[in-house]
Each structure stands twice: as structure tokens, then as C-alpha cells.
């Protein structure tokens, strides 16, 4: 379950997420519906799933599970404003809302000092040490760098905001089962697909930099080499005086 998420490989850590974030709810609606249950109750109901993974997380590893409990809070939300309006349409357009909010704040992070993505990048590109975090602080220094930062908040900030606009129409063309499935896996394909991009931009920019660097080290150990021998002037051979 919620256990295995920490430690092992990449595939054993996901699996438990997919399942009771994405398979089990999207199963129980579909069983709870067809037995008469209210959408609106469903989506009550079917936010078990992320609880139970949430508590199962914590009682195993004595600690908050931070994706288990952002997904248990969106369901409950949703799920809470759907009784309120008595209306599923709300639940899937607070996502929108939430996902576009997001997606502000990436493209808002532009104008500050540091974009968004740098805090992230150091967040999971360190281990929070004094010696990693001044490393990935000192990294800011060179020009590409920064343009990768930049560059990959900005396509983070559209990105999110793409999605939440094209969710609104999906909510009323859909049926709120099929929407059950979109609204979880759609943005889980969104932040895999700009992961791999990132991962991918960010080898990239190593590559450069890595080349860069040989080619300053080159440079410098051509400006040590000790200068060749002047030629001996003209009448003059080496090691004989005034010969010729």
C-alpha cells in the first residue's frame, strides 16, 4: 500500500499512488451510481480511498504522506461544494480553478527575483544540506542557468493554465463517471509529460555547461604552456656564439 511509496524502485512507488488516487475512486463511482447512489454522494464516498491511503501511509511510516493528503483534500473540497450547489459540475470546475490558480502563480513567479521552478528545482535536486543547497544556490551565477529556470516556469505556468481551460468545456460535454477518470488522470499526464520535458531540458543545459567548461579548460592549459624558443636571429647558431 501507502508503504512502499518510499524506497524501491520508481514503479513500486507510483503504483500505490495510481491506485488508490485514480483506479479505486473511479471504480467505486462507477459501482456506487449503478446501484443508485447520487453523484453527488459518490464523490462523497469515493474520497475514502485517498483517506485510507493517507492513514495507511502514516501508520506504517509515522509520517504525512504530502500527495495522499493533497489529493484527499481536493476530493473532499470538491466533493463539499458539489453538496453545497447539489451540483457535480462544480466539483471538476474547482480543479480548473485550482490548476489555473497554479499556473498563475508559475508565470506570477516570473517577475521575482528567482522563478518558481528554481525553489523546486532545489527542493528535489538536494538532499537540503548546507553544502548541496549552496552548491544549487551558486549555480545561479551562469546565464544558462538561469535562462532554464525561466524557461521552464514559464511552460509549467502555460501548461497548467492550458489544462484548466480546456477541463471547463470537457466538465459539461462529458459524463461525470468519464469526468471522474479525466480530472485525476489529466493532470497526472500533464506533470508527467512536463517532468520529462524538464528532465530532458535540464540534461540538455548540463551538456552545455559540461562543454563549456572543457573549453575554458582547454583554453587554459594552451595559455600555461611554456612558450616555444624564440629562433635564433639570423648568423646566429644555438649554443655557438657569433657561429657563421
Same mark, same amino acid.
Given at each position: 500500500m501507502a508503504g512502499a511509496r518510499q524506497g524501491?524502485?520508481?514503479?513500486?512507488n507510483i503504483v500505490p499512488a495510481i491506485v488508490f488516487n485514480v483506479v479505486l475512486p473511479f471504480v467505486?463511482?462507477?459501482?456506487?451510481?449503478?446501484?443508485?447512489?447520487?453523484q453527488v454522494n459518490a464523490l462523497l464516498l469515493i474520497s475514502l480511498w485517498p483517506a485510507a491511503d493517507t492513514v495507511a501511509y502514516l501508520a506504517i511510516k509515522r509520517r504525512v504522506d504530502e500527495f495522499g493528503v493533497m489529493m484527499l483534500i481536493l476530493m473532499l473540497l470538491g466533493a463539499l461544494s458539489a453538496v453545497a450547489y447539489n451540483t457535480t459540475e462544480l466539483?471538476?470546475?474547482?480543479?480548473?480553478?485550482?490548476?489555473?490558480?497554479?499556473?498563475?502563480?508559475?508565470?506570477?513567479?516570473?517577475?521575482?527575483?528567482?522563478?518558481?521552478m528554481f525553489y523546486l528545482g532545489r527542493k528535489f535536486a538536494t538532499d537540503g544540506s548546507p553544502e548541496r543547497l549552496a552548491w544549487w544556490n551558486g549555480l545561479w551565477q551562469y546565464p544558462d542557468f538561469r535562462r532554464t529556470q525561466y524557461k521552464t516556469t514559464a511552460v509549467w505556468g502555460v501548461a497548467f493554465l492550458a489544462e484548466a481551460i480546456?477541463?471547463?468545456p470537457l466538465t459539461y460535454m462529458l459524463p461525470t463517471g468519464v469526468m471522474v477518470l479525466m480530472s485525476t488522470?489529466?493532470?497526472?499526464?500533464?506533470?508527467?509529460?512536463?517532468?520529462?520535458?524538464?528532465i530532458r531540458v535540464g540534461?540538455?543545459?548540463r551538456a552545455? *555547461? %559540461? &562543454?563549456?567548461?572543457? @573549453? *575554458? %579548460? &582547454?583554453?587554459?592549459? @594552451?595559455?600555461? &604552456?611554456p612558450a616555444p624558443a624564440p629562433a635564433p636571429a639570423p648568423g646566429i647558431v644555438p649554443g655557438i656564439p657569433f657561429a657563421g
Open positions: 524501491g524502485s520508481p514503479i513500486k467505486s463511482y462507477s459501482l456506487l451510481t449503478s446501484h443508485g447512489v447520487s466539483f471538476f470546475i474547482k480543479d480548473s480553478a485550482i490548476t489555473g490558480l497554479l499556473g498563475l502563480t508559475y508565470l506570477g513567479s516570473l517577475a521575482m527575483p528567482k522563478p518558481l480546456v477541463r471547463i488522470v489529466m493532470p497526472m499526464a500533464v506533470v508527467a509529460a512536463l517532468v520529462t520535458w524538464t540534461k540538455q543545459s552545455r *555547461a %559540461a &562543454a563549456r567548461q572543457a @573549453a *575554458a %579548460a &582547454a583554453a587554459g592549459e @594552451a595559455s600555461q &604552456a
